[in-house]
C-alpha cells in the first residue's frame, strides 16, 4: 500500500513563473476564504478535481445553484483566478481546495457525499517513468468509490491515448463497481458533448488529439 506521503506528493508547478508585484500569502488568504468547512450529505455536491483555470468549475456552479460544487487543484494562479471569478459572480455555492484530493477526502467523515466526480485533463505525464505520477489509477477508484452515492457519476476527458489505454484496462477491472455507460463512438467523442471548452482542451485541438470522453456510474 502506498503511503500517504506518497500519495499526498504532488507533481507539476503549483504556480506560474514568478510575477513581480504579487503577494502570494495575501492570496491565499483570498482563496481560503472559498474553502468548505462542512460537506452535508442531502446536497447535491459536484467534485471538481483538477479544476485548472475553473472553467468547469463555473459552469457547473451556474448551470446548478442548488448544489455545491468544489473544485479541487493544486494550480494555485488558477485557483485565485477561479476566487476572483466567483467573487465577481456573487456565487454562494462554489468551493475551492488549493492542494491534492487524496488529502482532501482524507480529510472527510466516511460518508455518501457526492452525486457526480468531474476529472477532465488531467495531468497525462507521458514519459512511462512517470506513469506512477497519474491520478487514476486503481487506488483512486477505491479511494473515491467510497464517497459517492448510489448511481453517483464520474465524468473524465482526456486526449493521451497511453492514459486512456490505462483508464479503459482500470474499467474493465472495476466493472463490479461503475458502469461504462457511453460506449458508442458518437458518445465518447468529447467535441460532441455539450460540455465547457476549457484551456486543456483547446490546445489538444489545436494540436490535432481528439478528446475521449467517459461516464461512468457507480452500481
Known amino acids: 500500500m502506498q503511503s500517504k506521503d506518497f500519495i499526498y506528493r ?3 508547478r503549483s504556480r506560474l513563473r514568478s510575477k513581480k508585484n504579487i503577494d502570494y500569502n495575501k492570496s491565499k488568504n483570498f482563496i481560503d ?3 468548505i468547512q462542512n460537506l ?8 471538481d478535481i483538477g479544476s485548472g483555470y475553473g472553467e468547469n468549475s463555473i459552469l457547473l456552479a451556474n448551470q446548478s445553484k442548488d448544489s455545491i460544487v468544489i473544485a479541487c487543484d493544486n494550480f494555485f494562479d488558477g485557483n485565485f483566478k477561479l476566487a476572483k ?3 465577481e459572480q456573487n456565487m454562494n455555492n462554489l468551493y475551492i481546495h488549493n492542494g491534492n484530493v487524496h488529502e482532501f477526502l482524507d480529510k472527510l467523515d466516511q460518508n455518501l ?3 457526480s466526480v468531474w476529472i477532465l485533463f488531467p495531468d497525462p505525464w507521458p514519459k512511462k517513468k512517470h506513469f506512477k505520477r497519474r ?8 479511494k ?3 464517497f459517492l452515492k448510489k448511481n453517483a457519476y464520474i465524468y473524465i476527458a482526456t486526449d493521451s491515448k497511453s492514459y486512456l489505454k490505462e483508464i ?9 463497481q461503475f458502469i461504462w455507460e457511453n460506449q458508442k463512438k458518437i458518445d465518447w467523442d468529447y467535441k460532441n458533448a455539450s460540455f465547457v471548452q476549457t484551456k486543456y482542451f483547446k490546445k489538444a485541438i489545436k494540436k490535432g488529439s481528439n478528446p475521449f470522453f467517459i461516464k461512468l456510474r457507480k452500481l
Open 10 to 12: 504532488l507533481y507539476g
Open 33 to 35: 476564504k472559498f474553502s
Open 40 to 47: 452535508k450529505i442531502n446536497k447535491n455536491n459536484i467534485l
Open 85 to 87: 471569478m466567483a467573487q
Open 113 to 115: 457525499y457526492f452525486n
Open 135 to 142: 491520478l487514476i489509477n486503481k487506488l483512486f477508484f477505491e
Open 144 to 146: 473515491i468509490y467510497n
Open 168 to 176: 479503459l484496462f482500470l474499467i474493465f477491472k472495476i466493472k463490479n
